[in-house]
C-alpha cells in the first residue's frame, strides 16, 4: 500500500526546522528525505499534472489552476486503476478535475470555503475514511496550509501555529499505519514570505520529500 501526501505549499526551509514542525523535520532528518524544485510554473494544476503525469504544467493553466481540465497525458494513477488496483483520493478538489476518472473512490474536501476557514479536520477525517477501505494506493491532499499562508502570510502567528497543529495531526495519523504502508510526504511548490507563488524562482519552488 502507498500513501502519498501532498501538503500545499510547504517550503523546505520550513518543513526542516523543528521549531516550525517538530515531527516532520525530525523525520526529514532521520528518514530518507530530499529537497525537489518544482516545474517553474510554481502552482498546484502544475504540480498536480506533474506529480501524476511526469510531464510539466503548461502556461494555460495559470488561468485555469482552480478548474483545470483533464489531465490528458498517460499517468500511473491509470495504470494503476486499469490493472485492478483500488485507488483513493482525499483533499484538494483539482485532483477529481485532472484525474478524477482513476479514482476508485474520492473524500472532496467542502466546496466554497473562505480562504482563512480552516477545514483540515474535515480533510484527515476523510482520509481515515479512506485509508479504512484499505487502497492500494491513497494520494492526500492538504490544501489548507496553502490557504492559512495566503490569508496571513508564511511569518504570521496564525501560519505558524497552524503548521505545528499540522505536524501533530499529521503525524498522529502516519502513525496508525502498519508497515504494509510505504508512505511519501512531499509538496507542490514553495512561497514568498508574502505567501504568494506561481514565479520561476528558488524560494517559490523549493519544496521538501
Not at 483533464?70 to 495504470?79: A, C, D, F, K
Not at 484527515?124 to 479512506?130: D, G, L, N, P
Request: glycine letters at 8%; a negative charge.
Amino acid at each position: 500500500h502507498l500513501l502519498l501526501v501532498v501538503i500545499d505549499g510547504l517550503r523546505y526551509d520550513l518543513a526542516v526546522n523543528p521549531e516550525r514542525m517538530p515531527q516532520f523535520a525530525d523525520a526529514m532528518r532521520t528518514r530518507r528525505s530530499a529537497e525537489v524544485m518544482s516545474g517553474p510554473l510554481s502552482i498546484t494544476s502544475a504540480a498536480i499534472q506533474n506529480f501524476g503525469s511526469g510531464q510539466p504544467g503548461q502556461l494555460e493553466q495559470i488561468v485555469h489552476n482552480l478548474s483545470p481540465d483533464p489531465v490528458r497525458y498517460e499517468s500511473w494513477l491509470g495504470n494503476a486503476r486499469r490493472r485492478g488496483l483500488n485507488v483513493a483520493f482525499a483533499g484538494d478538489n483539482t485532483w477529481i478535475s485532472m484525474f478524477g476518472q482513476h479514482f476508485n473512490r474520492a473524500w472532496r474536501d467542502p466546496p466554497g470555503m473562505a480562504i482563512d476557514y480552516d477545514y483540515s479536520d474535515v480533510t484527515f477525517a476523510h482520509a481515515r475514511e479512506a485509508l479504512a477501505t484499505a487502497p492500494n494506493l491513497l494520494i492526500l491532499h492538504l490544501s489548507v496550509p496553502d490557504h492559512q499562508m495566503h490569508a496571513y502570510g508564511v511569518q504570521s502567528a496564525q501560519y505558524r501555529r497552524h503548521l505545528r497543529e499540522l505536524d501533530v495531526k499529521l503525524f498522529g495519523l502516519l502513525g496508525q499505519l502498519g508497515s504494509e504502508w510505504t508512505v511519501v510526504v512531499t509538496s507542490d511548490h514553495g512561497a514568498n514570505d508574502a505567501g504568494d507563488h506561481g514565479s520561476d524562482v528558488p524560494i517559490q519552488r523549493r519544496t521538501p520529500l
